[in-house]
């Protein structure tokens, strides 16, 4: 049996590796935010101590909700993120299968989709909105977020990751990575996209009725998409070849430079209105990145 | 772009919150801190706990006995018994209160024996009127029981007690 395989599932980006990076990536943010807004922010271990603390936690039973179906939606996330982590081709010897990248877009969209049901299930009205504050800009970031991975796939010629990730000169592969950085922080549900979620509005949305350890299981499943989507557009940019702990400290070193960014453009927005952001995706972005996409297709067939 | 000047600034000054729990003082002189209860001088009127909106000062009697507790974590640091206290027995510490993890580590106590109330001293307003006053007045305060000629204690006329002790001075 070859367990070599597992690595990449286990260890790096992993198990080991991701939950710790997913609260360290969490408090990057909320640390950063912070700093940027002249106040202390938490420390390190933070998110660590609120995960712990929520698992310690009893969950109150509430009358006409699924306990069951609550605690599925964030395992669901959890797993498919790591599932996700497991794809990313770090590791020089890591050569996945054909057509991983259409498993892994449709991986990291898992979360967002348990979140919507999430919200319906808990029957909360914030919840409910929430859902569908999601479901609207899921659509709506998505359109982008495809068409520039087909971007990427159709310059590299090919679906399997480990083929188009790595550094390249061709220009199509660079803006297919600007269009998933643009889809970052709607996924992420961050300033300005972070309609779905907002705290003084509707109170978390779909998160209001979570407590104890499914809500630190959503926290987690956050952390983890935290380092899954950068870990994507790491794996996009750094540089093909090279030794294991070179693109391990690249991995890591992108990772938490787009951290920083995110939490620059959280800090120096504002909260969209949902049109607003619809308009943002579907209007500016979609166009660009459609013509990008059709121009990729065009040199394609034509080469 | 604004914005990112802003932060960049932000970022340069450094933070302004204090961590907790705080090394030094950083409240003002009318800072609404915990009530304070001067046992001496308190009478037992149970005005306070009358007022009190969120019941965190409680009066219970026992016959001359009464406990007077009050909890700062119900306190909403209103006011409102302060200002309502007569005898001026209650104020509100202007230092932050300290860190607790209990629930009620707070909570202060005191066992009383009920004082009755007393007519104020007359206040020397002038040296000649001075005698004059001393005629009318017929109680004098107990010892340990004196107050301030500028916080006047009131009677609490809703209890029989207090109403002979009223109709007493009256005579």
Redesign the interface.
Known sequence: MNVSGLIPLLLFPGILFAIPAGWFYVWGEHKSIALMQRRIGPPMLQPFYDFVKLLGKRTPSRHGIDADLLRLWPALSVISMLGALALLPVFPSAHGFTGDVVLLVALLEIPSICFILAGFTTGSMYGEIGAIREAVLSLANNLVFLLSIVTIAVTGQTFRLSDVAGWSLNPGHWIGVFGILLCIPAKLRLNPFSTSSAEQEIYSGPLTEYAGAPLGLWKLAHGLEWVALTGFVATLVIPAGGTWWFRVAAFVVISFAQVLLLSIISAATARFTLQSAIRFYWRWAAILALLIAVSAVYMRLRG | MN??RL?LE??R???????LPHKHECTSSRYRGLIHNDAERCIGCGLCAYVCPTAAIEVKRSGENYSWSYDPGKCTFCGNCIERCKPHTLTMESKLPPLYSTQGGLKQILNMVRKRPVRPAPAPVAAAEAPKVQETSTVQPAPGNEVSATAPPVANTTDPANTAAVVNTSR
């Open positions: 914005i990112f932060i932000n970022l000054r450094g933070t302004v919150s204090f961590p």
